[in-house]
Structure formats: structure tokens, C-alpha cells
């Protein structure tokens, strides 16, 4: 993993064998939409509706393109090694005491590819919230994404609750933490 280049919003992009992780751009407004209304994403996340509203795949777009210090957002792009532009999303969001909360989705055509633990390990690698500690939460009746987190290192932290915007319910989960020797 390597830094490739800043953006204007000083944004790192970062390089992984099968992809980059790189800003959201407007262009990336019609696959994000596209994935982000397809239920098995949706399902899967705390904060995706379901059916996706006219407006929040732009919303989504328009506040992941104005990074802050304690939100920042990626897009798992495959394009210069001839996948999809858009593979899913990584993003980390800043806690109190240098801990990041880490979140991720990636679209079903690339389950089970390795696609998310590669984007997962790369932002690891890059810490680029300086975090001495990361943590992830996932659904229980997701063990993929449990894997995901496990393979890279996570440890099980405990059981949970969330809610889920697309279940209208709230929904058991596993909490992670990753400490990172920084």
C-alpha cells in the first residue's frame, strides 16, 4: 500500500493489489445508487434505507465529497486493473482518544472475492486517522463481514444492538476492536 496522490480536499488516495481507495466523485453517483438500492446491501447496513428515497444516493454523495478530519470515505475503484469503478465503500470515522470506528460495503457481484478484506487491510496499513485503536460493528446474521473483520485481525469485543434504517428495526450485533501499535 502506498499513498498515490492528495486530492484538493486532502483526501489520501491509497493503492492495493486489485484496486485504490480513492474520494467519492459526482461520477460515482449512479453505481452508488445502484448498489446502495439493492436490499442485500441495504439490509446489511445501519444507515441505508430501503427502498433508497429520491435525493440520498446525491446527499450521500455531496457530504462523502467534503471530507472532515473525523469522517472520511473511500471508494474501492477497480478501474485501472479493469474491474468496476465501483466496487463499494470504505469509511472511518473518528471517536474520542484516537479511535476510528471503520464501516464498509461491497456491491454483491464481488462477495466473497476478498474485495473488503483487501480494503480493509489497506486502511489499516494506512491509519490515516492516526488511530490507536480500531473498532467495527457488524449485523450477526452477517458472518461474512464478521470474517472480513477476523481475517484482518479484529478481535471479538462483545454483543450489541443498532438499528437499521432499511429493517426499521434494531438488529443484534458483534463489536470489534483492532489496536493498532502506533
Keep these: 500500500m502506498k499513498i498515490v496522490e ?18 467519492v466523485r459526482r461520477s460515482d453517483q449512479a453505481l452508488i445508487g445502484l448498489y446502495c438500492a439493492d436490499e442485500r446491501v441495504a439490509r446489511m447496513t445501519p444507515g441505508i434505507p430501503h427502498p433508497l428515497p429520491p435525493g ?9 465529497m467534503t471530507p472532515t478530519d473525523h469522517k472520511q470515505v473511500w471508494v474501492i475503484d477497480g478501474s485501472l486493473q479493469g474491474h ?7 469509511n472511518l ?13 461491497v456491491a454483491p457481484a464481488f462477495w466473497n472475492t476478498g474485495i473488503a478484506s483487501e480494503a480493509v487491510r489497506t486502511i489499516i496499513a494506512a491509519n490515516p486517522q492516526n488511530a490507536r485503536q480500531l473498532y467495527a460493528e457488524v449485523f450477526q446474521d452477517n458472518p461474512g463481514s464478521a470474517r472480513v473483520l477476523t ?4 478481535d471479538y469485543l462483545g454483543d450489541a444492538e443498532s438499528f437499521s434504517v432499511a429493517r426499521e428495526a434494531t438488529v443484534a450485533t458483534w463489536t470489534y476492536v483492532l489496536k493498532l501499535d502506533r
Excluded at 7 to 17: L, N, S, Y
Excluded at 93 to 105: F, H, K, L, T, V
Design 56 to 64: 440520498a444516493t446525491e446527499a450521500f454523495v455531496d457530504q462523502a
Design 84 to 90: 468496476a469503478e465501483v466496487m463499494g465503500l470504505i
Design 93 to 105: 470515522n473518528a471517536m474520542d482518544r484516537q479511535q476510528s470506528e471503520i464501516g464498509y460495503w
Design 151 to 154: 481475517n484482518c485481525g479484529f
Design 6 to 23: 492528495q486530492d484538493q480536499a486532502a483526501q489520501p488516495i491509497f493503492t492495493a493489489d486489485r484496486f485504490i481507495l480513492r474520494p
